[in-house]
């Protein structure tokens, strides 16, 4: 079993910038790939980035290539997901996964006009 929890979500105006944070603990963090998802409101759920198990295969979604970074420290048991120039359609629940198995409870992601 491996626990998700999110933090760093919130609210902020377009263009600004906000860092997402995902603790792990349970079984070893390090042996899975992780990824971030996020739910906009009446959407379906949609993949934004991913990073493999070592860090060093990662993927993006086309809406926030360029702009959204993720990252991961094994040490620390965390990956994270630097948002910059935020765009109000980057509104949502952001959801951490580990290895397609395990998934956070989210944390919202509100960008104002």
């Known amino acids: 079993q491996v626990q998700l929890v999110e933090s760093g979500g919130g609210l902020v105006q377009a263009g600004g910038s906000l860092r997402l944070s995902c603790a792990a603990s349970g079984r070893t963090f390090s042996i899975y790939a992780m990824g971030w998802f996020r739910q906009a409101p009446g959407k379906e759920r949609e993949v934004v980035a991913a990073i493999a198990r070592s860090g060093g295969n990662i993927a993006y979604a086309d809406s926030v290539k360029g702009r959204f970074t993720i990252s991961r420290d094994n040490a620390k048991n965390t990956v994270y997901l630097q948002m910059n120039s935020l765009k109000p359609e980057d509104t949502g629940v952001y959801y951490c996964?580990?290895?397609?198995?395990?998934w956070g409870k989210g944390t919202l992601v509100t960008v104002s006009s």
């Open positions: 996964n580990a290895g397609m198995n395990y």
